[in-house]
């Protein structure tokens, strides 16, 4: 049972930057992919980004197509931890932002993950 733990969410002005970080219970990235999914309220979760790795290349990232240019996803495999840096935020960024890994030969786009962290809010102010 893999565990993850998102921190690095906040408040912030439009225009600012954050950082989340997603801290695995165990070295995830031979196995899985990880992405990142958001929930604004009233609205449906949504997919943000995602990554995977085959050996020390990547197999594939993908963005939604609202955070494009803006959001970068990486991984420290040292440190079993994901990032999403998030730049040029805008209010409508405004979500619970979720942590989530599953097979690395899925494409989590679709949704499909096998773990989920607890989430960690980020509000941008216009």
């Known amino acids: 049972q893999v565990q993850l733990v998102e921190s690095g969410g906040g408040l912030v002005q439009a225009g600012g930057s954050l950082r989340l970080s997603c801290a695995a219970s165990e070295r995830t990235f031979s196995r899985y992919a990880m992405g990142w999914f958001r929930q604004a309220p009233g609205k449906e979760r949504e997919f943000v980004a995602a990554i995977s790795w085959s050996g020390y290349s990547t197999y594939y990232v993908d963005y939604a197509d609202s955070v494009k240019g803006r959001f970068t996803i990486s991984g420290d495999n040292a440190k079993n931890t994901a990032y999403l840096q998030m730049n040029s935020l805008k209010p409508e960024d405004t979500a619970v932002y979720y942590c989530?890994?599953?097979?690395?030969?899925?494409?989590?786009?679709?949704?499909?993950?096998?773990?989920w962290g607890q989430g960690t809010q980020v509000t941008v102010s216009s």
């Open positions: 989530a890994a599953g097979d690395r030969r899925v494409r989590l786009s679709t949704g499909s993950c096998d773990y």
